[in-house]
């Protein structure tokens, strides 16, 4: 009996490893480093972030904003991960990029690949009614070593002040989701500049494509918004960074986490994170 007993058990955990897929994402807007962040620089806020990222223990995380030497400082504090990103303003090293942190050991990088949120997604550029900045999408193909499973990942920063930008970068992440993914399980992440009730979120939220991994969990972890302003902003509840998952994926858990250290914050966006599976 126990030996017919054991077999089920791991005929079912088999099983288990070999459908399911289960990953822990997170979306993180670091904040650029600038000296008008006085009392906030990123020379203070580097470790407490990456000790935010180490203790959370996210498999795999979208960044926004962050500045080649902001995210080698996190590379260097988090030898377990390796990236993916380039800058917006060149395809290179310059400008910020919305790079994309993954377990080394558990993932193995198949593709990835870089597009502007423009009439020209293929060359640095601004989209639309964009003024200030290029705005860019990073993206990869992982495998997980663990199941076989592969997926992507896609991590991105909509504009700040073009609504038409707005709208238009949800309509053109649709169409490269379809065309660089196809039918594959993929996670969208990023600072979509949105609340739930954005034109722009409703494009992506209401698609045949994705969905808000937050929809799933009847509890979500939401006592704060997702932008603080460095403390300023507290009183918020809107949500501005969001985690989209393909139709065929479950979010099992979702949060906003509000880690401080000292009475400070590791950058003026908290991380939002879900547990998804696929």
């Excluded at 495998?143 to 700040?160: L, N, Q």
Aim: glycine share 8%; hydrophobic share 35%; aromatic share 14%.
């Amino acid at each position: 009996m126990k030996n017919y007993l054991l077999a089920i058990l791991v005929t079912g955990a088999f099983f288990y490893k070999t459908e399911a897929q289960q990953l822990k994402v997170a979306t993180f807007n670091i904040r650029m480093e600038t000296s008008a962040d006085q009392g906030n620089l990123w020379k203070d806020r580097a470790t407490p972030a990456a000790a935010l990222i180490r203790y959370h223990d996210f498999d795999v995380f979208g960044t926004q904003e962050g500045f080649k030497n902001q995210l080698d400082d996190l590379s260097g504090r988090l030898p377990a991960y390796a990236r993916y990103g380039k800058g917006r303003d060149d395809g290179g090293d310059k400008g910020e990029h919305s790079a994309i942190f993954y377990k080394k050991d558990r993932f193995t990088l198949l593709r990835s690949g870089d597009f502007w949120l423009s009439e020209t997604p293929g060359k640095p550029g601004k989209g639309w009614d964009a003024k200030c900045c290029n705005r860019i999408c990073s993206w990869v193909q992982l495998k997980d070593r663990h199941t076989g499973k592969k997926f992507y990942f896609f991590s991105v920063h909509f504009d700040h002040e073009g609504k038409v930008a707005r709208v238009e970068s949800a309509k053109l992440m649709l169409k490269m989701i379809r065309d660089i993914a196809k039918k594959e399980n993929t996670v969208l992440v990023g600072d979509f500049n949105g609340d739930r009730n954005s034109e722009w979120y409703r494009v992506l939220a209401n698609s045949s494509l994705l969905r808000d991994a937050y929809r799933d969990v009847k509890e979500p972890y939401e006592n704060n918004g997702s932008f603080n302003a460095f403390g300023k902003a507290l009183d918020r509840s809107t949500v501005i960074d969001h985690i989209f998952i393909t139709q065929n994926g479950k979010a099992l858990k979702w949060g906003i986490l509000t880690d401080t250290y000292r009475g400070k914050f590791p950058s003026d966006h908290f991380p939002v994170e879900a547990i998804i599976r696929f």
